[in-house]
């Protein structure tokens, strides 16, 4: 069934309470750029054949996408390579099931939710792998090169998901989360795009769905939070719920006393004023039972401030006292604290005298079929139990900006807010999930924006499109279940969530990677994976525990961090396999810099398996894996070739020290065992002067060097190179230089003739420089 395009809603409502309509309209930029294909790059090509359904195949662009499409789907062309689907039923409910059509004999990648606040990805090749709670669907068309996206979309008051059933059938749900809010239909529920290029593809779909919709904005037009370029750490793998003062004061000062100094805190939870009364002093600690406590003020606890008539104590006054403090101290240039976004993970206290102001209701979420058939969360099987303290959403606005302007007058510059999802679960009587997510998005955004500078928030377990597609300011967002240290089957899952679900969310946000150990035996993999994500960097280390040689990689002297240009994403050929799983890929992640690519390659085979999936692999194995690299894995390198690039690279590898030249269809061999990696910097050779062929490599004791050169400009027989940091500086020369100056000033340099590889030290002292090389 073909459709004219209807208006995004669905018809037959019957709403008993909303918060908010479906907003249309926004500004769009329609963006075309060169890419590449496996081995060679190519302009992005369409042919000029609209979406339809013909012998029930749908095909877009040209390219079968479903078989067996039921008479009942509507298809809706929206561009010549797109379209909205949706469907029709002969009865109206809150929840709806349809059916799309069969994919079988096709590779495809989905991010799914396996639990209610996480993401993960699964790789199939037919209708029946595709779990329930798919967000996107990415689907390998059989002709070459071909990709095709379907994207499930919130239409009114509806959010949808896609699943897949025995007979390899794409289905499609649509539901409202209140009983009160029914349709008989959906018309626009899932978005089907198809292009050449995967990246592009998706980038392309998301500035077409900020236009249709409204309610969201793509990552670029987005304000970056300051604290991404600066090392942090975070207080909760270091102390958890007994973060206090003291102890804050000690690991900063440690960080601080071998040479990376951090400069953005997170004082995670434990710092506020809360209650639990399943928590009873004397009694056994029941597991969970954490997740019953609720807010009984929106100022700090006890350890945190001194109170009246308190015996003597090490506390500070209160919480301003304190963050000024480690602020003149220890040079801190921002500090972020956390709450959830119901203030705590059991609400508000219903009864408290500091929350009754918000009129709190204990409210027992209900979580939906599909987050029940796959993976249950501790959390919120909790909050299930216990109860959350709602707040009335009438209220909500006056909260957070109770809340924020209370944390800037003591001194804090920003927010970490999770549990996120949770309002999915208790929409029932309050408009539904849909809207009540865009009530309470809007609110704390706007809260954000009046109260602290710098766009000043990272989210987190906030894995539903109910919150992703109402994200309109929000900048960074987690990108995967937590970093467990203890947990030694979640390492490298942890490596490969993030950088599969960044496909999806780098559209959107910066992907933030999470807390990491640096003294642990997967340390170097999870710093090497944040060198390449294009991430804020941030550790959770107990105070004293720091390995700084891991440390020194990641973090330059003055506390900065040298971070990528975009979203760390996996490289084309890895989109289709299982990294973690199948026992014979290798995950590669690539990135750009201003003058280089970079590739960062890991083996995360025989350390884990995928929730959800059965499997005979065995873990704890360590797996030798040998694959492919080459500079046509980074996707965008054109950015910083320019016209007079000759077609060969210099390849730097992090791990080696070594150099070499390759030409940019060429690849080299990478053998690497279980939880082994490595950083590959991937420089242009350029040509100057007709004779002399250089290539900035940057600080090459950095995981990412290429990110510390900031300009280059070739004159009169000298090479200028301009940057930041101080440490080993490499490049590729063709020729041994004559002199070579660091600010000015004359300064020694190495030239390995047997790869050419040219080294100068710049002084501990030089936080920016300018080399000048003579020929």
């Not at 994207?151 to 897949?164: A, H, I, T, W, Y």
């Not at 799983?581 to 290798?586: P, Q, T």
């Not at 690539?590 to 929730?611: E, H, R, T």
């Amino acid at each position: 069934m073909i459709a004219s395009p209807p208006p995004p809603s669905l018809r037959n409502l019957k709403n008993a309470c909303c918060f908010s309509p479906f907003i249309l309209g926004s500004s769009y930029h329609h963006r075309v750029i060169s890419v590449q294909s496996q081995r060679t790059w190519r302009p992005v090509m369409f042919l000029n054949q609209k979406p339809t359904v013909k012998d029930g195949v749908l095909s877009i662009n040209g390219r079968d996408a479903l078989a067996g499409v039921p008479d009942n789907v509507v298809v809706t062309p929206w561009t010549d390579s797109s379209a909205f689907l949706g469907a029709t039923s002969a009865h109206s409910t809150s929840r709806h099931v349809f059916k799309l059509g069969v994919i079988q004999d096709a590779r495809f990648l989905c991010l799914f939710r396996f639990k209610i606040f996480w993401m993960i990805p699964r790789v199939g090749n037919s209708g029946s792998d595709i779990p329930a709670e798919t967000q996107m669907l990415l689907l390998e068309a059989k002709e070459e090169t071909t990709y095709i996206v379907f994207l499930p979309v919130l239409n009114g008051e509806f959010r949808s998901s896609l699943q897949g059933n025995s007979a390899n059938e794409l289905e499609f749900c649509v539901e409202s989360g209140d009983p009160a809010i029914v349709a008989s239909e959906s018309l626009n529920a899932v978005f089907v795009n198809c292009g050449n290029n995967p990246f592009d593809l998706m980038t392309e779909s998301m500035k077409i769905l900020e236009k249709y919709t409204g309610t969201f904005t793509i990552r670029e037009q987005k304000q970056m939070p300051g604290m991404l370029d600066w090392f942090g750490w975070c207080t909760w793998d270091a102390f958890y719920h007994e973060v206090n003062p003291q102890g804050i004061k000690d690991g900063i000062k440690s960080l601080t006393k071998g040479g990376t100094p951090p400069r953005f805190l997170i004082i995670d939870d434990g710092w506020q004023d809360t209650t639990n009364e399943f928590r009873k002093e004397g009694e056994p600690i029941v597991e969970g039972s954490e997740f019953g406590g609720r807010l009984v003020s929106i100022k700090e606890n006890r350890k945190f401030k001194k109170t009246e008539n308190e015996a003597p104590s090490e506390a500070p006054t209160d919480l301003k006292e304190f963050v000024s403090d480690i602020k003149k101290s220890f040079g801190l240039k921002y500090v972020y604290v956390w709450h959830a976004l119901l203030g705590y993970w059991g609400g508000l206290h219903p009864d408290a005298p500091g929350t009754k102001k918000y009129n709190p209701e204990l409210k027992f979420p209900v979580q939906s079929p599909g987050n029940l058939a796959n993976m249950r969360d501790l959390s919120m099987d909790c909050m299930e139990k216990y109860g959350v303290g709602m707040i009335d959403p009438t209220k909500v606005s006056e909260f957070y900006d109770d809340l924020h302007k209370y944390l800037v007058s003591q001194e804090v510059d920003g927010v970490k807010v999770d549990v996120q999802n949770i309002l999915e679960t208790l929409a029932t009587g309050l408009g539904g999930r849909v809207s009540l997510t865009r009530h309470f998005q809007e609110a704390l955004e706007k809260s954000v924006a009046a109260n602290f500078k710098d766009n000043s928030i990272i989210c987190c377990m906030g894995h539903s499109t109910d919150s992703i597609y109402n994200s309109k300011t929000s900048a960074i967002t987690r990108a995967s279940d937590d970093y467990y240290p203890k947990n030694a089957k979640t390492q490298s899952l942890h490596i490969a969530a993030v950088a599969y679900n960044s496909i999806f969310f780098g559209e959107f946000v910066v992907p933030d990677w999470d807390m990491f150990y640096s003294r642990h035996y997967a340390a170097e993999f999870h710093a090497a994976a944040r060198a390449v994500g294009g991430c804020g960097v941030y550790v959770s280390d107990k105070p004293g525990q720091h390995d700084f040689k891991i440390l020194k990689g990641l973090v330059l002297p003055d506390g900065s961090v040298l971070r990528a240009k975009y979203p760390g994403r996996p490289s084309r050929d890895c989109l289709f396999s299982d990294p973690v799983m199948d026992g014979e890929s290798l995950l590669k992640i690539w990135n750009l810099n201003k003058y280089s690519g970079v590739i960062g390659v890991f083996n995360c085979q025989g350390a884990g398996s995928w929730p959800c999936l059965d499997s005979s692999i065995l873990n704890d194995t360590n797996v030798e894996l040998s694959g492919k690299v080459s500079p046509a894995d980074i996707e965008l390198f054109q950015e910083v070739c320019g016209e007079s690039w000759t077609g060969d690279c210099a390849v730097f590898s992090f791990q080696e020290g070594s150099l070499s030249r390759l030409p940019k269809q060429r690849s080299f061999p990478v053998t690497l065992e279980t939880l082994q990696c490595d950083v590959f910097t991937i420089s242009p050779i350029k040509v100057y002067n007709k004779t002399i062929r250089f290539a900035p490599l940057g600080l090459i004791e950095m995981y990412n060097s290429g990110g510390a050169v900031k300009a280059m400009e070739f004159s009169k027989d000298r090479m200028r190179i301009k940057g930041r940091g101080p440490g080993r500086f490499g490049a590729y020369s063709s020729q041994k230089p004559k002199s070579c100056l660091v600010n000015s000033r004359e300064v020694g340099f190495n030239f390995r003739s047997e790869d050419n590889l040219l080294t100068t030290i710049i002084p501990h002292e030089a936080n920016s420089w300018d080399i000048s090389i003579g020929y």
